[in-house]
């Protein structure tokens, strides 16, 4: 059958998404190869080696090395070379950690860094939401005052002061949690919150402010004069409204857990991918911080096409284009 | 006919941090069973606060005080206290001048018809939605199935009133109090909400209450006419009587400056030299006196009592047709 | 209301903390192992993390005495030297890898092939270029049975050298000359899976996660399994000497190899402080082919310009040794070898030799950088030595940080500006581990200092049959480093400073000058803290 029929005969809805879907795909493909290139022309910029230390290699070994690894190649026809292998799915080999791939190493951080990265996200939202609606509906009162107090610590206190202060207190004295690792699912209690706690502050005030903002609306007044309880008018006419600043900010907070995590993850002795950004940058591994940049781009990617979806499927008015 | 909304010595002020500021002051309305009456005052003259104050929809820094302000024998002020609900939208129903805006964009317009009639008639989903096509029949939408599925973004501005306005009919309430229903509107939609309205009212027996700077609209449909000024009702007569012999100066004042209803959108009010008074600033003396080609020195000393006489009252100390 | 809210919030976070981890248990030594190693391939191991790990995971023909460090049978259950020391015979014990398999001669030999040969591209290829017909194979110049290297039974391998090595038993405990199982080249993840590796040392690899730990497990197969009483060996990783020592501090950890200088007043006069002589020096390089430093006086004169006690005393105070000459004095505790000292702090004779190299007073002196790696305990030894040149030799000179591999690149390329920190930890206990690298054509080089002179000393040294003469010669060449030529400056000896859990470890854990704890011998307390 003609395609173009079947997209006729679809529902306008069900064209909105798939034009959405093809436009997010191809706009993905065009950041991430800026992305990789950007990140691969910076990273050999930078000076020093992937195979200095303070010990050199004799020169005849280094040759040999900077061959198998086509170091020695114009940059062009390296750039070309890694693109060739990604698009088969081969991410190379990690210079700094020789026993093994991109890939290997990456499978083995990723779970860790998914799991704080998702836990410190569903704390941010799990509670800063929940607080933010809380104190929009009880302004000025008790939960308000509580809220205001943990926005500005959270925003104010950054998750490299957050997180050694956990450690000093939940750790050191109450003995509550280990110092560090990730061994029992109580390990993920710290760091999540290290990390979460910034976009919380951010998720609780912007849940605020669009409650508040909301609440104000002309919507809102029709809904109480409609007679409808409280909790209807504040979940269900309110809320959409509310959080779509804060669905916003999904997307950006999902890029600063994803950086917070090469903090955190070196605070709680992690071993994620954040620590693989750090050590290979300095190590000049530049496969491994390839490879993690990629991935860390594709899933903001990924991430923000999510927040657009439900964006749009939050708020009908998006959806007519 | 008796009375089926009676405001009796109503006070509202707002606290606004130490001070406060008096936006209605000592005002007596009755609203009639079955009629329409329109509530007539620039902007700030207090009309929306009045029967927002009727319904409980006065934001918290509001204080009403009233000598009594009864819905067909209940105390509202003792009711909205205990269950607002009872009352919204249930026995009073509401619609503002903005539908675009009164309407949830969020929300699909079936399930902000429906969920009223859930909320107050204590009915099934299916029976909700019966009632939500009947309601918007009765308001005359145009294919009302097709209406429930869509968003408001979807429909015309007219069509986004009737809605609202089924959606505060959709419990039967006994009073619909329509604040400024039409001022979004383009004239010839204009005519036929007030059409709408006046058919309402015949057919259910509604009463109506009318919030408008329009005086020209008001005309169109009104039974009856209260004037405010500046929180005070300065005059209050059947519409016949306000239009052809009004008795306070700003009633006249307000008529001189009507637009033809059909034809160019109304102009501004403003055709009144001078600015309505800022309510925090009228302490003594008529309000109006600022503004008034009647005004005496007397006028900004004394505030004038309500004098009423032959179904209609005013509140001048020199009243239209009473010079000496 | 929110006080509730808040308690629950405590609760959830009491609740989450009652489901810890387990501890670990008697048996089990934990220790920080500092860096992430790069691989445990033997033939590419080169840092001294890799190095701890390669001692329990493989074993050569001979191991280090924990005491001493010196070489001791291991596989080898004899060594006999014939032909003057050109050859040595080693007789093997009968020893199995982890999974059952003999370990044979020809294990050894092939394994040293593999290290020799080019695409193996192993980093200390060079300890076995003593080794007859080793180093032409590894340049292409000779074919593989070229190498004075046979295995004429499956116990019995014969090593032949063109003049005697003196260092070769030592180095047969060192990582390139361990054995690697045949089947290592060809099995996926071998280093990574502790399905796949199979070793012949005291401990096998049983968990690998980089940049947190490596797990070992005791090897029930290992020749000298009674005697090893550890059963399992968590080895962290971090970068981060802070986070090591919080763990220690913590219970996590049994043994720290390293903590933060500037905590060296606080683990003063503490039982858990271990400090001994380390094969291991602190210096400076000078850039000589750059003004002032291509003149030997102006360099000479910085070598008497710096006050070393005062540094060793004032910021480093754990008892380490100022360094006149390049090789530790503790060298001499464990060779014949007798260390050559330079000139003493004398800044009087310093501005004599400033003035006849034409800086009369420093005047006439361009402004000198001193370059160092991003370091706190660099920065503070750099800074009192630019204190006192400018004090001593009226020097001015601009301290200049940068992030290790863009230093390590300054000083490849002879990009910095004058001064640049270094230091180098011994391979081996023999002087040629440090002096050698500062041959001509050494990578570790680094001056620009290029000594005909000197080059042929060590060389004479290589070929030298008689130890003693070979020992004279090395100390001929000290001497024109730090007696006359100065392409470096040496500034202290450093010390092995490690922290050590005493009521844990009871036994068996030495110091030593090269600073290797062969975790085979170390004893645990029975029941742990």
Known sequence: MDPARIIGKMTPAARFWIRFAARRAARALIVIFIVAAASFFLLRAAPGGPFSGDRALPPSILRIVEERYRLNDPIYLQFFHYLQNLLRGDLGPSFRNADFTVQDLIAIGLPKTAAIGACALLFAIGIGLPLGVAAAARRSGAIDRIAGGIAVAGLAVPNFVLGPFLVMFFSLILHWFEPGGLEAPADLVLPAVALGMGPLAVILRLARAGMLDVLSLDYIQFARAKGLRERTILFRHALPGAISPVLTYLGPACAAILAGSLVVESIFSIPGIGGYVVRGAANRDYPLVMGVVLLGTAFLVIMNTIVDALYAAIDPRIRRS | MSAILTIEHLNIEYETGASSVKVVRDVSLQIEEGSITGVVGESGSGKSSLFRAAIGLLPPSARVEAKQLQFNGVDLIQQLRRNPRAIRGRRIGMVFQDATASLNPYLRIGTQLAESAAEHLNISKTAARERALDALAEV?????????????????????????????????????????PTTALDPILQLQIIQLLKSLRARRGLSIVLISHDLGLVAACADRVAVLYAGRVVEEADARAIFTNPRHPYTRALLTSIAPLRGERPRRLCAIDGHPPSPASVDAGCAFAPRCSNATDECSLQIPVVESSGGRRHACLHPIGDRP | ????????????????????????????????????????????????????????????????????????????????????????????????????????????????????????????????????????????????????????????????????????????????????????????????RAEAFIGNGPFVLAERTPNLRIVMIKNRSYWDASNVTIEKIVAWSTDSKQAAVDAFRGGQSDWVDDFPAGQASSWLGS????????????????????????????????????????????????????????????????????????????????????????????????PVEFQYDTNEDYKKICEAIQAMLRENLNMRIYLINKEKKVHLDDEENLRYGGLSRGSWIADYMDPMTFLEILAGDSPDNRTGFQCKEYDELLERARAEGDPKARLETLQKAEEILVRREFPITPIYEYVKQTLVDRKRIVGGFYENPLGVHPMKWIRLASSGK
């Open chain 2, 140 to 180: 005359a939408v145009p294919d009302p199935p097709g209406v429930l599925r869509r968003f408001p973004h979807e429909l015309s501005g007219g069509q986004r009133q009737r809605v609202a306005i089924a959606i505060a009919l959709i419990a039967n309430p006994e009073l619909l109090v329509a604040d400024e």
């Open chain 3, 1 to 192: 209301m929110a006080a509730v809210r808040f308690l629950c919030i405590l609760l959830a976070f009491a609740a989450a903390a009652a489901c810890r981890r387990a501890p670990d248990a008697a048996s089990t030594l934990r220790f920080h192992n500092m860096s992430e190693p790069r691989t445990l391939d033997p033939a590419g191991a080169i840092s001294v993390a890799e190095k701890n790990l390669l001692l329990a995971l493989c074993e050569g023909l001979t191991s280090l005495d924990p005491r001493t460090a010196r070489p001791v049978p291991a596989v080898a259950s004899r060594y006999t030297a014939l032909d003057g020391g050109r050859t040595l015979q080693f007789d093997l014990r009968e020893c199995r890898w982890s999974n059952g398999d003999p370990v044979t001669a020809s294990n050894f030999r092939d394994s040293w092939l593999r290290v020799l040969e080019p695409a193996t591209a192993s980093p200390l290829v060079n300890l076995l270029f003593s080794i007859r017909g080793a180093r032409a194979f590894h340049e292409g110049r000779a074919p593989r049975d070229q190498v004075g290297i046979a295995a004429p039974d499956t116990r019995t391998l014969i090593v032949r050298f063109d003049h005697p090595d003196p260092r070769f038993l030592q180095l047969c405990a060192s990582s390139p000359l361990v054995p690697v199982h045949p089947r290592a080249a060809a099995t996926a993840g071998f280093y990574t």
């Open chain 3, 271 to 366: 039982a858990e402080l271990s400090t001994s002589p380390y094969l291991a020096t602190f210096f400076v390089r000078f850039n000589t082919h750059k003004k002032p430093f291509d003149d030997r006086r102006v360099r000479e004169a910085v070598h008497r310009a710096i006050d070393r006690a005062a540094i060793c005393r004032g910021i480093l105070k754990l008892g380490q040794r100022p360094a006149t000459g390049f090789v530790p004095a503790c060298m001499e505790t464990v060779s014949d070898y007798h260390c050559i000292s330079g000139p003493d702090f004398d800044p009087v004779r310093a501005r004599e030799l400033l003035a006849e190299a034409g800086y009369p007073d420093g005047s006439g002196l361009p």
